[in-house]
């Protein structure tokens, strides 16, 4: 299989280190990763088509040495899994013209369990994401450095419409602060909601070749993002930050 596929679907539920054990499951060679982050705050499952690898459920428990295997490897990989005699997966090996390698499994009571997310049945706002809001959204946390949070709310501007504002800047008055705004939907609009600015920057770079994305939010405090590419599907819950 193409190795781009599994890196894709690595970064995506990675996020640069944030996630780092998973449960990989793969269902007539459709793949799922449900994870969760060690603070709880960002829940998440990955999805693919044409994972080309027999029907198992197994752990991965050091994502980030995983990721340098595969990044070493050719173009075009072979998985196959290696198992006891009982059946029981023990390891993943993965080939290309050059290399074979062999990747030690987890036991998958070790992984943690990823909790169902309790959905609003309507959000109350929503933002179709471009590649011009994610790369305002980066370029903003990289010029403010070691920042916390963002904030997000929607509201009715004359002669613009609704528009949802997001603030990147921790929330006392006195921290520097970027703002920016964006088309949305929202019927009554949006209460001022803080975010983990760190977790949003990783998922918008994990996704940034994304050819369908959308943002949805409730006044409830959960954020629901939505991404769509060609061999890969993602989506991430975050949770508020606490106002204390």
Not at 127 to 132: G, I, N, S, Y
Request: hydrophobic share 40%; aromatic share 10%; proline share 3%.
């Amino acid at each position: 299989m193409n190795k781009n596929t599994i890196v894709s679907v690595l970064d995506k539920y990675y996020l640069n280190g944030i996630v780092e054990s998973v449960k990989w499951s793969v269902d007539n060679k459709n793949i799922t990763i449900d994870f969760i982050s060690p603070f709880k705050n960002l829940v998440g499952k990955v999805t693919s088509p044409n994972f080309d690898l027999e029907n198992c459920e197994i752990g991965i428990y050091n994502t980030s040495q995983f990721s340098k295997l595969i990044k070493i490897m050719d173009t075009t990989i072979v998985l196959n899994l290696n198992k006891s005699e009982r059946g029981t997966p023990l390891e993943l090996t993965i080939a290309d013209n050059q290399y074979d390698l062999n990747y030690y499994l987890s036991d998958l009571n070790l992984i943690e369990t990823v909790p169902v997310i309790n959905e609003p049945d309507i959000y109350d706002s929503e933002v179709h994401v471009t590649k011009e809001f994610i790369s305002k959204f980066i370029n903003a946390k990289k010029a403010l450095g070691d920042i916390k949070q963002f904030s997000i709310k929607a509201e009715y501007t004359e002669g613009e419409g609704m528009e949802c504002i997001i603030v990147l800047g921790d929330g006392a008055g006195y921290a520097n602060k970027i703002k920016f705004k964006t088309p949305c939907e929202a019927l009554f609009g949006l209460s001022e909601l803080p975010f983990p600015a760190d977790i949003m920057t990783e998922v918008l770079k994990a996704n940034e070749d994304a050819s369908e994305a959308l943002i949805q939010i409730s006044n409830e405090g959960l954020m629901k993002l939505t991404f769509k590419e060609e061999e890969v599907e993602s989506i991430y819950y975050l949770v508020r930050l606490s106002d204390n």
